[in-house]
C-alpha cells in the first residue's frame, strides 16, 4: 500500500477536496482550456498578466484527484512568477511527472521543486501522468496566448516530443 | 480438444454456486487469467471492453500459422485449399450462431465499428437522402452515433435520438413518435456497453418494419451474452466482434438480408470482391465476397471460429443464466456500499456494472483497484451522451463474464472500500 501512498499524498488529497484558487476570474486577461478526452477531465486556467509577471492566476474544471491537485498546486506555484520562471516550473514538474531526468545540457536550470514534490509519485503510473500534467499544458497554452484546447493525447503518444 | 471441453462441463451439474456451470474449471480454459498483477491474483472485470480467450482460440490461431498458413479463394495448392476450408467453414458456425438463413448473409470485417460504417457507406449512402431520418437511441457507443453523423453531413439527412428513462431504459413510444414517413432507416445498440441495458429490438423491428424502415442492431455488447436469431428478430442487420465473444481481434461479423446485401454497392475495391477486371468494366463478385476485398484476417476469423466452438460447447443459455446470477449478486454487494451509485438499472441487464463514487472521480478509483489486481474500465465507457444524460464526466464500469466468480465480486466490494478509505 505504500505505493497508493506515494501516489495519493495527503497533499494531494487535501488540494482535491479544497482545491485553491478555484474560480472563475472575471478580470483575466489570458485563458486556456484543456481536456484530456481519454477520462474526460476538463481545466480552463485563467490568468492576469502584468507584462510578462503573472498577478493572477485561477481555475475551473472537473477532474480526477491528480488533475484537480496539480492545478491548485500549480496556481500557488506561479502566482507572482515572471512568464520565464513559469516556463521553467513547466518543465521541471514535466521532468518529475514522466521520470526523464531532463538532462541535455541546452535546458535551462531547473527550478526548485517545492510544494511540486508531491506529485513525484505520480511517473510510477504512466495512465496518471496525463491527469497530472493537464493544467500545465494549459498554463502554457494560456501564457503563449493561444487559444487552442489542449489536449494531452496526442503529446503523451509521442514521448519526448514536448520538450 | 471437444472432449477436454465435455469433460470440462460434465461434472458442474451439481456445483453448488453456479448452478449448471462450473465456474472453477471454465477458468482453467483461460490462461491469461491466472497471474497476478501487483502481487494480487489478476481480477479481470473489463470484459465489456474485451474478453479473454480460451486456450482453445489460441491453439487455433498458432495452429493455423504452424500447419496451414496460406491466402484464401487463390491456391490451387494443398495449404490453400486447407486454409480456405478452415475459413469458410467459420461463416458457417457464424451462420448457425446468429441463426442466419444462409452462410452468405455472413460477411467478415473487422468489427464491429466496420460493419456499421459499411452499412452507412454503401446502404446509407444508396437509400439516405437531404432531409431523410435517421433514429439512434440515446445510449449508443460512439460507433453506431458517428457513422451516421457522417452519413447526415455528405446527405443533408438528421440524425434523430430516442431518449432514455433515469434507470437507463429507452422509451420505447417516444422512439415510436420519432418514426414518420422521412424515417429512412434505425440503428440501436442490442445491450448498452455503459449501461448494460438490453433493448427490446424485437419490438423495434416491428415498429420501424410497419414503416418500412430498416434496422441494424449493434450487437457487440449482446452476442457473449444472449442467443442471437436473427431471423426471429427480423432484423435488417446484425454486427459483432469476435474480441468480445473470447475470440481474437480484428474480427466481426456483418450480417445482412441476402436482398439488401445484393443491392447494397461495394464498400471497398481490390481482390477478392471482383469476379473481372478489365480497364473498362470490372463486374463485382456475388456475396458475401463482394464486401470482403483484400487478403482478409484469415487467423483471425478461424479463431473466432474456435471461440464459437468453445461458447456452444459452454452453452449459452447456461452463459446467460450463471452471468444472471452473478450479475444480481454483484448488484446486491455494490448496493451495500454507501456514497456508491450505480448507473443503469434496467430491469432487463447484461452483466454490466457502471457507478460513480461519492467524491471520488472513476480514474483515481480506477488506479486504486489496478493496485488491488482488479481491472475495471473507467471513462466514458465511449458513450459520452450516456454520461450527459446522467450529468456525470464518467463512470467506473465492472463488466462481467461467465468466467467471473464471487469471490472476484467480494474483491472488488473490498477494493472499492479501500479507494473510499484512502478519500475519506
Known sequence: ?163 | MATTHHEVLSPAIDAPQTGSLDVYKIREDFPILKQKVNGKPLVYLDNAATSQKPQVVLDALSHYYTADNSNVHRGVHELSQRATKSYEDVRAKVQHFLNARESREIIYVRGTTEAINLVAMTHGRNNIGAGDEIIITAMEHHSNIVPWQLLCEEKGAVLRVAPINDNGELRLDELEKLINPRTKFVAVAHVSNALGTINPVRQIVELAHRANVPVLIDGAQAAPHIRIDVQALDCDFYTLSSHKIFGPTGVGVLYGKAALLEAMPPYQGGGDMISSVTFEKTLYNVIPYKFEAGTPNIAGVIGFGAGIDYVNRVGLEKIAAYEHELLTYATEQLATIPGLRIIGTAKEKAAVLSFVLEGVHPHDAGTILDQEGIAVRTGHHCAQPVMNRFGIPATTRASLAFYNTREEVDALVRGIKKVQEIFA
Open chain 1, 1 to 163: 500500500m505504500s505505493d497508493l501512498h506515494g501516489l495519493y499524498q495527503e497533499v494531494i488529497l487535501d488540494h482535491n477536496k479544497k482545491p485553491h484558487n478555484f474560480r472563475a476570474m472575471a478580470e483575466a486577461n489570458r485563458r486556456a482550456e484543456g481536456f484530456n478526452r481519454l477520462c474526460g477531465d476538463k481545466v480552463t486556467i485563467f490568468l492576469k498578466m502584468d507584462g510578462e509577471q503573472i498577478n493572477d492566476v485561477s481555475f475551473q474544471g472537473s477532474g480526477c484527484a491528480i488533475s484537480t491537485a496539480s492545478a491548485s498546486i500549480l496556481t500557488d506555484a506561479v502566482k507572482g512568477k515572471t512568464r520565464a520562471e513559469a516556463e521553467s516550473l513547466f518543465q521541471t514538474f514535466h521532468d518529475l511527472v514522466t521520470g526523464h531526468d531532463g538532462g541535455n545540457g541546452k535546458k535551462p536550470q531547473p527550478a526548485p521543486l517545492g510544494k511540486l514534490a508531491v506529485f513525484s509519485g505520480v511517473s510510477e503510473y504512466p495512465a496518471r501522468v496525463k491527469c497530472a500534467s493537464l493544467a500545465w499544458h494549459t498554463l502554457r497554452n494560456a501564457l503563449q496566448g493561444s487559444q487552442e484546447l489542449v489536449s494531452t493525447e496526442t503529446e503523451e503518444q509521442i514521448p519526448g516530443e514536448i520538450r
